[in-house]
């Protein structure tokens, strides 16, 4: 896993020295929940995956992994809202990258350079498309 935030002498262009030690710290809490490899992540493959209250407060808790749109909205949550155990639970290796291409977008800034960072992930790989059925004509 990648060593602790980096402190530098003068902060990032635009922000005090008080919002950059902030900005540090808060990607360093994104940064502590990775496992030391994506290949530590065993969640489940398919199937409905229900979150614990501490990951999904709101109403949405339940996430059917065979739905693309619920698949990633588990994985937004789990990035955003999981605890150190959580990610290696929830989040499958093999999914991982195959998402991140449109997840990067939907993740704010810091968790997707935090997760960019610590596991090389290609930023700018093309989307692939979901397989579609086939277009219904209507007559």
């Known amino acids: 896993m990648p060593s602790g935030p980096q402190h530098s002498a003068s902060a990032p262009r635009g922000f005090s020295p008080a919002d950059a030690e902030d900005l540090a710290l808060y990607r360093e809490k994104f940064r502590r929940r990775l496992p030391e490899s994506l290949d530590e992540l065993r969640g489940p493959p398919q199937g409905v995956v229900e979150l614990p209250l501490h990951l999904a ?10 739905k693309p749109r619920r698949r990633m909205g588990l994985y937004r949550t789990v990035l955003h809202e999981g605890l150190r ?20 977008t939907l993740v704010g800034r810091t968790v997707r350079s935090v997760q960019e960072d610590a596991f090389a992930v290609p930023a700018r790989t093309p989307p692939q498309p979901e397989p579609r059925t086939a277009a219904r004509h209507w007559s």
């Open 57 to 66: 407060w709101s109403e949405m808790t339940s996430y059917d992994l065979g």
């Open 85 to 104: 155990d959580d990610l290696p639970r929830h989040l499958g290796r093999a999914p991982l990258p195959r998402l991140w291409p449109m997840l990067r």
